[in-house]
C-alpha cells in the first residue's frame, strides 16, 4: 500500500471533541483546535509539567481534566505513569515507587488518599506539585494535604468549553483556600445577574468569562453555543460558566455553587456549598452534598445528605442540631440523613440531579 504522508496542520484545525460530563444534562461536544491546546500546554510546562515530570495518571483518559496535564509532559518528552483504575493505596504505592513529581486529581480522591490509615508510611518527597480541578478543593482538604504531603498544591477552575481560567497556588495564599485563585495570564473575569447586567465587584451572580483559550463551538448544536455566550457592554464575547459566585477585592474568584443547584428558599437564596462547609466541620462527617427539596412553606428547603467517618454513631438529629446552630436563620436545614456514600461521575463531581430526582415529583 501507499506510505502514509505528513497532512500540514494549522493552528485552526479542529484538535479534538470532548464531550461534557453532563451533570445538568445532556453531554455537547467540545471541538478544541490546536492553538486551544497549543495555548493550555504552554501554560501548564509553567508549573514543571515538561521534561522533568513523572506524572502519575488516575482519571478518565477522555476527561479534558486528564488531557490538561497528560498532552503537555507526553510533548515535553516527562514520563507518565498510568493507574487503569484509581486506588488510593495503589496510587500511593506507584507515587512511591516511581518518585512521581506531578498528579492531576479531583477533590474526592484527594480525600480518599488522606484517609488511607497507611498514608504516612510512604515516601512522597519526589512531590513538586499537585494539581486539581473538576469542583471547587474544599479548604479542609487542603489544610491537610498542605500538612502531610510534600509539594505544593495548585487549584485550576475553568470550563472544557475554555473562556474561565483561574489558578490558586497554595502556598502564596493560605488565606484565599476558599478561593479558586485568580484569573490567570490573558483571562478575564466578571459577574452579572440574572438579566445579565455586570455586577460590582463583591457581589454574587453568574461567572462569565474569556481566556486565550476557548472553543471553536458544541459540534452541531449552534443555539447552545449562542446561548452559552455573554456579550460585555465593550462588546467582547464572554463563555457563562453555570456556577454561581463572587470576586473579592483582590481579585480571587470564590465558587459558591451550580447556578441549577442553587436552591431558593423562601425568597432566599441559599448555596448548597456554605451549608456543606458547616457540616464538613463537623467532627462525624466525611463526606456531604446538599440539596434542594419541596417545601409547601417556603417553596423549597435544603436538605443535607451525610456520609459518616467509621466508627461516628452520631446520629441525624444530633448533626442536624448541631449544623443549624452555626447557620443563618435563613439556611437552616429541614433535615439530615446518613448515607453510605455520595454517587459520582466518572471524574468525581457529585451526581446531585440523582440525588434531587427522588424528591421531586
Known sequence: GSEARPVPVTLDDPFNIIYSSGTTGTPKGILHDYRFRQRQ????????????????????????????????TLFYGGTLVLMAKFDARRFLEMAERYRVTHAMLVPVQYQRILADPEFD???????????????PLRANVIREAMERWPGNIREVYGLTEGGISTSLDCVAHPDKWDSVGKPTEGAEVRVIDEEGNELPQGE?????????SMMRGYINREEQTQTMLWTSPEGLAFYRSGDMGRVDEEGFVYILDR??????????????????TVLLAHPAVADVAVIGIPSEQWGETPLGLVVRKPGCTETEAEILEWANDRLGKAQRLAAIECRPDLPRSTIGKVLKRELRAPYWP
Open 41 to 72: 500546554m504552554v501554560r501548564m510546562s509553567r508549573f514543571g509539567l515538561d521534561g522533568d515530570a513523572i506524572n502519575l495518571v488516575s482519571t478518565p483518559m477522555y476527561s479534558n481534566t486528564t488531557l490538561v496535564s497528560v498532552l503537555p
Open 121 to 135: 508510611r510512604f515516601d512522597l518527597s519526589a512531590f513538586q506539585l499537585k494539581l486539581c480541578t473538576s469542583a
Open 204 to 212: 454574587t451572580g453568574e461567572i462569565v468569562g474569556r481566556a486565550i
Open 259 to 276: 447556578r441549577k443547584d442553587m436552591i431558593i428558599s423562601g425568597g432566599f437564596n441559599i448555596y448548597a456549598v456554605d451549608l456543606e
